[in-house]
Structures are given as C-alpha cells and as structure tokens.
C-alpha cells in the first residue's frame, strides 16, 4: 500500500517500470522486423519495356541470401487490382497477392514467378506498380521489400523522367513582326534626329 506522503511518486515509479517492462519484451521484436538479416536482398525484374492494356506481363522475384544462416519466410508478390493473374505455380493466392513459402540457404538464392494479363488501365496512373516482400518467420510486417514500376504507353511521368532537357523557348511570328517594326521606326527617329541636326549646323555657319 502506497502511504499518503509518497503516493504521487510511488505510483509514477509503478508506471514507469511497467512501461519499461513493456518496452524491453516488445523491442527484440521490433528490432527483428526493422533490420534484415545481413547480406539478404530482394529484386523483381518483368518481361518486356513499356506496357499496354492487354499484354501477358511474367513477373520473376528473386531473394538473395549471402549471409551465413539461412533463411525461411513468406515471399509475397502484390500487383495492382487492374492487373489479372494468370498463373503463379505453387502460390497461395488472395485478393492481388500471390504468396510462396520459401526457405533461402547460405549462399543462394530463390526465385518465383507470376503472370498476369494487364486489364483497362485507371485514368490518371502514371505507371503499373507491382510490389515484392519478404515476410521472415511469422512476422506481419515485410522484412525486406522492393518494386517494380512499368512504363506506360503514352503516359509521362514526371517523376520518372529520364535524360529531360529545357526545351529553348518558341519564338512567335508576331513578336518578330512587331520587333522589326519597332526597329524601323527608332531607325526613322534616329535619321531625323540626325538629319535636323546637320540642318541645325549649316544654319549656325551661315
């Protein structure tokens, strides 16, 4: 029992040991889910460059383990809602994910493979996004993750931009009208100026 003079600082210790109680059982986990095992890496590569509505897109995901231990986990293939899978062998299927178990030894590495059929692209995508992961364990965060954006046929995104220049800027025809025609009339002013001034001279000689 807390007595009444030390109350307030008894209950303030309770509280902050529980916390940190709390804190220390959830860390480990955290720190697992956070940072991936040294020398473990995850890719996806597609067939084919730019995209339209109606090709067979193969999707090849690959995790590479060039650490010591090996490696058991869930890899997870997500594509977009507007993209129908035709085939991922061996995968568990659900909604837009296509999920294999696979177990990485030392040194190698494991690949799996999904094709889909691209449907009516939404208006307003700049690129077909098709996500990879890995899931280690029974872990409900991705460990590891990466990506694949396609080119859409097209369609310019601005954020993928490659080798833009500024264009030079388009001169108009009635700019250059209205500039020659300004060039000729200082051109008169300049002649009768001078002309008004060689009159004005002979005056003062004669």
């Known amino acids: 029992m807390v007595g009444s003079s030390g109350g307030a600082p008894g209950v303030k210790r309770a509280f902050v040991g529980a916390a940190l109680t709390v804190l220390l059982a959830l860390g480990p986990v955290a720190a697992a889910e956070a940072a991936p095992p040294a020398g473990l890496s995850?890719?996806?590569q597609r067939s084919g460059t730019e995209v339209h509505p109606g090709d067979r897109l193969t999707y090849t995901a690959t995790v590479r383990n060039d650490g010591t231990s090996p490696v058991e986990g869930r890899l997870v293939i997500t594509v977009p809602d507007y993209l129908r899978v035709a085939d991922a062998e061996g995968a568990d299927r659900s909604g837009s994910d296509?999920?294999?178990?696979?177990?990485?030894?030392?040194?190698?590495?494991?690949?799996?493979?999904?094709?889909?059929?691209?449907?009516?692209i939404p208006k307003g995508q700049l690129r077909v996004t098709t996500l990879v992961s890995l899931y280690l364990g029974d872990q409900a965060r991705a460990t590891i993750r990466s990506a694949d954006a396609a080119v859409i046929a097209g369609v310019r995104d601005p954020a993928h931009a490659v080798d833009d220049r500024p264009?030079?800027?388009?001169?108009?025809?009635?700019?250059?009208?209205?500039?020659g025609l300004a060039i000729l009339v200082?051109?008169?002013?300049?002649?009768?100026?001078?002309?008004?001034?060689?009159?004005?001279?002979?005056?003062?000689?004669?």
């Open 167 to 179: 264009t030079s800027p388009t001169i108009q025809p009635w700019f250059l009208v209205v500039a």
């Open 186 to 206: 200082l051109a008169a002013i300049g002649g009768l100026a001078a002309w008004r001034l060689v009159v004005r001279r002979r005056r003062l000689r004669a």
């Open 98 to 120: 296509a999920s294999w178990a696979v177990t990485v030894p030392a040194g190698a590495a494991v690949s799996e493979k999904l094709t889909g059929v691209l449907q009516r």
């Open 42 to 44: 995850i890719s996806i």
